[in-house]
């Protein structure tokens, strides 16, 4: 109750007030356009997770099956833990909230990119990674449509302009957590239990979302978590693209890493790692979004072993990795991983690795594989799933999972 009452002068203080569906807490309403993602200088004062302004919500991430949909500037904190704006969506769905509110579920979305333009709350049909985004609107919109409210941040640097820490698990779980914080100002009615759900990068991020909730966020009940071809073992894939003489995906998405680490940690330097050749070239990878760095930039034709040099330093780049690792996570409730044995931008055999891990450490995980599904199209094949397993958590069903006979993904 202080808390709340805290928000509510914060947001008595703005000049220009909206009234919010639901008889929600009074917040300033949000620019038009892109202006909204530009936020006041210096920030308001309040805690992580209070809604900056809001508006409504139109583009790629508006649920059609909602009975309304918002698009929401938050604070949050930075891998140092200090204060920063960022932006995300909320969907409520149609009729009346049971007791207890809204199952509200808190989405983590895959790689798009590194910049502001890539936020998934930004696209529109002809967004830079429209195709992608889209396939997450036809993943949530049944979730809504069952009657779960759902909540979705674009995670720092994304949307609004900045850093983005780029499969960094603990910064990405808060951001997560603060917008649902954030929507459950705005929207009085979601209720506090809520599960995680989250893909690739997102599928990394939502197992650390479930590690961290209950100790970051302790007024809200964590019922479980669904993780969908999560990003793992980060070590291993720079080893596998500076030992190949070809072009490969994964470069992008380890450069990705390592620009993300080393903002972070100072004691990795780019420079003891990559060529002088390959050094300039690391600016296109934040400017663009994913499909460009995939398709039309230098890293799309590039050698991956000639980006590094002989002998690179990488001892605080693997410390780092290491704690990124979501295999090595303790996770309170249920979880469920899914992978498609098609898939050649997240491993096979690496998510079997990483739930093996993660069934080492006494999680209770329930493990399933989809025979020929690649990256994107294990979120259509493993929606029922998802949906049936999440619907137990909430129901309170007990879950035993699968470690005792886990499948394997990787041939």
């Known amino acids: 109750m202080k808390t709340r009452g805290f928000l509510f002068s914060i947001a008595l203080s703005l000049s220009a007030l909206v009234g919010c569906a639901g008889g929600a807490l009074a917040v300033q309403q949000g620019p038009a356009a892109d202006a909204f993602y530009v936020p006041p200088a210096p920030l308001p004062e309040g805690p992580a997770g209070s809604p900056i302004w809001v508006r409504a919500l139109s583009g790629t991430m508006a649920l059609p099956s909602a009975a309304r949909n918002l698009l929401v500037l938050y604070r949050s904190v930075d891998p140092a833990g200090q204060p920063v704006a960022m932006s995300g969506t909320i969907a409520i769905p149609k009729g009346t909230a049971p007791a207890g509110g809204w199952p509200v579920i808190t989405w983590t979305h895959g790689t798009t990119g590194l910049a502001a333009i890539c936020g998934p709350s930004r696209d529109t049909p002809e967004g830079p990674e429209h195709g992608y985004i889209a396939d997450i609107r036809a993943l949530l919109d049944p979730f809504v449509a069952k009657g779960y409210a759902v909540v979705a941040t674009d995670y720092q ?161 693997l410390k780092m990795a290491a704690q990124n690792e979501p295999g090595t996570l303790a996770i309170s409730v249920p979880t469920l991983v899914m992978q498609g044995t098609a898939d050649v931008t997240v491993r096979p055999q690496d998510t079997d690795a990483s739930v093996r891990d993660l069934c080492a450490k006494g999680n209770v995980v329930t493990y399933k594989t989809f025979p020929g599904r690649d990256h994107d199209g294990v979120m259509a094949a493993g929606a029922p799933d998802a949906l049936a397993f999440l619907a137990d958590r909430f129901a309170g069903a007990p879950a035993t999972g699968n470690c005792a006979d886990l499948p394997k993904a990787a041939p």
Not at 179 to 206: F, N, T, W
Not at 231 to 259: F, M, N, W
Not at 279 to 285: D, F, G, K, N, R
Request: charged share 15%; hydrophobic share 45%; with cysteine.
């Open 157 to 317: 640097g994304l949307g609004v302009a900045g850093f983005h820490p780029f499969l960094q698990g603990v910064p990405n779980g808060k951001n997560a957590l603060d917008m649902l914080r954030a929507a459950r100002v705005l929207e009085p009615e979601i209720g506090p239990k809520y599960a995680v759900m989250g893909h690739s990068q997102g599928g990394q991020a939502d197992l650390f979302t479930a590690a961290e909730g209950p100790s970051y966020a302790p007024e809200l009940q964590l019922v479980g978590n669904v993780a969908m071809a999560p990003g793992t073992h980060i070590a291993d894939r720079l080893a596998a693209v500076r030992a190949s003489g070809k072009v490969e995906l994964a470069l992008p998405y380890v450069l990705y890493t390592l620009q993300s680490y080393a903002t972070t940690d100072t004691a990795i330097d780019i420079g003891r790692i990559l060529t002088a050749q390959a050094q300039p070239y690391l600016a296109e990878l934040q400017q663009g979004c994913m499909t460009q760095a995939l398709t039309h930039s230098y890293w799309a034709t590039a050698i991956a072993k000639d980006q590094f040099l002989a002998n690179p330093d990488l001892a605080a780049f």
